[in-house]
């Protein structure tokens, strides 16, 4: 999953990004409004962290800027401001979530998961897709109850995947949600990485689609065909 970081202090930018990067997010960084705004405007996230305090223009005209423009990414604000209305004005801007400064780290980690979860109509951790298995809370997965090593990228890519279960996502959205903006984007590396994906999850899991892309096969995944997403929930 690809997240926007919003943050003006160097050093929380850098402990919320390593604890993220930790659980499988890509994340971009930003580090005052107008910056802020153009990039959630401009580039395809599946989260944000929004800090209110930002230089240059304020997180609420950000979050308000992003939703009158069409942006409906998950946005989680963050700010050292802990009054309640300050928290009823980032609702009503359109955040999803409000967690106030200081806050325990595993908490931001679980909240964002929950968060893209809910975006995707997933109400479990537990995914299903024929004999795989997939656990993003734990960032494991098992082929027919035999666990499975996957390494950062693999799991990235398997998430990404049932996080849009039934839709062909291309290898040009592929990379930018595994590398972001500071990553290499390289298609044919993404190719590479779906054929090593395959020889240990198995070759009929992912399907190609010509010309469209890379989606779990419709026979390990009912919501390929109505969107129910019937496949996230538990076994």
Same mark, same amino acid.
């Given at each position: 999953?690809?997240?926007?970081?919003?943050?003006?202090?160097?050093? =929380?930018?850098?402990?919320?990004?390593?604890?993220?990067?930790?659980?499988?997010?890509?994340?971009?960084?930003?580090?005052?409004?107008?910056?802020?705004?153009?990039?959630?405007?401009?580039?395809?996230?599946?989260?944000?962290?929004?800090?209110?305090?930002?230089?240059?223009?304020?997180?609420?005209?950000?979050?308000?800027?992003?939703?009158?423009?069409?942006?409906?990414?998950?946005?989680?604000?963050?700010?050292?401001?802990?009054?309640?209305?300050?928290? =009823?004005?980032?609702?009503?801007?359109?955040?999803?979530?409000?967690?106030?400064?200081?806050?325990?780290?595993?908490?931001?980690?679980?909240?964002?998961?929950?968060?893209?979860?809910?975006?995707?109509?997933?109400?479990?951790?537990?995914?299903?897709?024929?004999?795989?298995?997939?656990?993003?809370?734990?960032?494991? &997965?098992?082929?027919?109850?035999?666990?499975?090593?996957?390494?950062?990228?693999?799991?990235?890519?398997?998430?990404?995947?049932?996080?849009?279960?039934?839709?062909?996502?291309? &290898?040009?959205?592929? &990379?930018?949600?595994?590398?972001?903006?500071?990553?290499?984007?390289?298609?044919?590396?993404?190719?590479?990485?779906?054929?090593?994906?395959?020889?240990?999850?198995?070759?009929?899991?992912?399907?190609?689609?010509?010309?469209?892309?890379?989606?779990?096969?419709?026979?390990?995944?009912?919501?390929?065909?109505?969107?129910?997403?019937?496949?996230?929930?538990?076994?």
């Amino acid at each position: 999953m690809r997240a926007l970081l919003v943050e003006d202090s160097p050093d =929380v930018a850098q402990h919320v990004a390593q604890a993220l990067t930790q659980a499988g997010f890509v994340v971009d960084r930003s580090g005052d409004g107008e910056d802020a705004w153009f990039r959630g405007d401009t580039e395809d996230y599946d989260v944000a962290i929004l800090d209110l305090g930002l230089p240059r223009l304020d997180g609420l005209t950000v979050l308000k800027r992003w939703r009158g423009a069409g942006r409906l990414f998950p946005v989680l604000i963050l700010s050292a401001r802990g009054d309640w209305i300050e928290k =009823v004005e980032g609702i009503e801007a359109g955040a999803d979530d409000y967690l106030a400064k200081p806050f325990e780290m595993g908490e931001l980690v679980a909240r964002l998961k929950g968060l893209v979860r809910r975006a995707a109509g997933r109400g479990s951790s537990l995914a299903r897709f024929g004999p795989l298995l997939l656990d993003t809370a734990r960032m494991a &997965a098992s082929v027919n109850g035999t666990p499975v090593r996957l390494s950062p990228l693999e799991y990235r890519l398997l998430n990404y995947l049932a996080h849009h279960c039934g839709r062909p996502v291309s &290898a040009g959205e592929i &990379a930018d949600h595994l590398y972001g903006l500071t990553g290499q984007a390289d298609v044919n590396a993404v190719e590479a990485l779906v054929t090593r994906l395959r020889r240990k999850i198995g070759a009929g899991v992912i399907e190609t689609r010509r010309g469209c892309g890379y989606l779990l096969a419709e026979a390990s995944c009912c919501c390929a065909s109505c969107g129910c997403g019937c496949c996230w929930a538990p076994p």
